[in-house]
């Protein structure tokens, strides 16, 4: 059995080939992991995306040094080179139509204006270019300091905040004009 | 600043929270920004809270990089066997081994005739000539 340990643990655990390890560090990462690719892939390639980037995870965890980086810039900076190696060879990503789904529960109208603004946010995401989606994704989703951020995209800290900047700016504008009425077909 | 951080002044670089804390409490302009900063904050909150994985897609993502791994394991075991073995352990290396046994064991079995250029040679030179075609 392996305890919970901390993230350092793990990964000498890992490193020794713990499959157990392995599942607890899956755990612990993979929804950041999706968030970020899929932000940059799309759903469905995200998910490719994160399994190519668990192996690469378990190939070279004998690598990683904790007094280096933290273990979450680590493995953010394996899914975003993945997702940007992906992102060269497909160029295209295609938007993800399947927007639906309404609720009629109680509660509805809020639900359905807040799942409108989610959409929109979405659509509006699926404008900005690669690079400022993964710089908005690292610090408001998440949660990132910007150095640990800047570590991720191989960007001096300057040069990540004046991205971030460009990219909230960018949000901003895609989601300025667009009418705040939900049309029911 | 608003537009790099957001309205959250924890996010933002320590130095600068005073000034931008002052500006607001002066401002009406500065707070009315800040609160449409915290307009798209809380969307992106929102959207955040909204991306939940299931614990079945973590486990089936998992399950699937494990099965990943193990085929990338048996193939740096095979990788590492010596060449001869190898020849022994795929289809294609079985059919070339046998091949090359079969030749072999043919060569060892069917008697070997002298070379044709010797008898060409022996003809027209005499015996002397086909020895010397022997030697070459």
């Known amino acids: 059995m392996v305890a919970e340990s901390d993230d350092d643990g793990l990964m000498r655990q890992v490193a020794a080939g713990n499959e157990t390890a392995f599942r607890i ?35 070279n965890a004998g690598q990683w040094q904790p007094e280096r980086s933290r273990l979450s810039t680590w493995i953010h900076t394996i899914v975003y080179r ?43 995401m699926e404008h900005l270019p690669p690079r400022q989606r993964a710089a908005l994704t690292l610090f408001y989703y998440d949660e990132m300091s910007g150095s640990d951020a800047a570590a991720v995209m191989d960007l001096s800290l300057k040069a990540y905040w004046s991205l971030l900047h460009r990219a909230r700016q960018a949000l901003q504008a895609e989601l300025a004009p667009a009418p705040s009425t939900s049309r029911k077909g | ?21 002052a500006l607001c409490a002066a401002s009406a ?15 992106l909150a929102e959207d955040r809270a ?56 043919l060569g060892l079995l069917v008697p070997a005739g002298p070379p044709q250029g010797a008898l060409a040679a022996s003809a027209l030179f005499g015996t002397g000539a086909r020895s010397l075609v022997g030697i070459l």
């Open chain 2, 50 to 105: 909204a991306e939940t994985v299931p614990p079945a897609r973590i486990q089936a993502i998992t399950d699937a990089a494990l099965v990943r791994i193990a085929a990338q394991d048996r193939e740096l075991d095979v990788d590492a066997i010596p060449i001869w073995q190898w020849l022994f352990t795929r289809p294609v290396g079985a059919v070339i081994a046998t091949a090359m046994l079969a030749g072999i064991v």
């Open chain 1, 82 to 124: 993945l997702c940007l190696d992906r992102l060269r060879q497909i160029r295209t990503v295609a938007l993800d139509e399947a927007y639906e789904a309404e609720d009629e529960s109680p509660g509805a109208e809020e639900q359905v204006a807040l799942a409108s603004d989610l959409r929109r946010l979405g659509i509006a």
């Open chain 2, 29 to 43: 302009t500065a707070r009315a920004a800040r609160e449409r900063a915290a307009r798209l904050d809380a969307l």
């Open chain 1, 25 to 59: 560090l899956a755990a612990r990462h993979l929804p950041a992991m999706l968030r970020l690719a899929r932000r940059l892939l799309g759903t469905v390639d995200a998910e490719d995306a994160a399994q190519e980037a668990l192996v690469r995870i378990w190939s």
């Open chain 2, 1 to 21: 600043m608003l537009e790099t951080f957001g309205a959250d002044f924890h996010r933002w670089p320590a130095d600068r929270i005073a000034a931008a804390e």
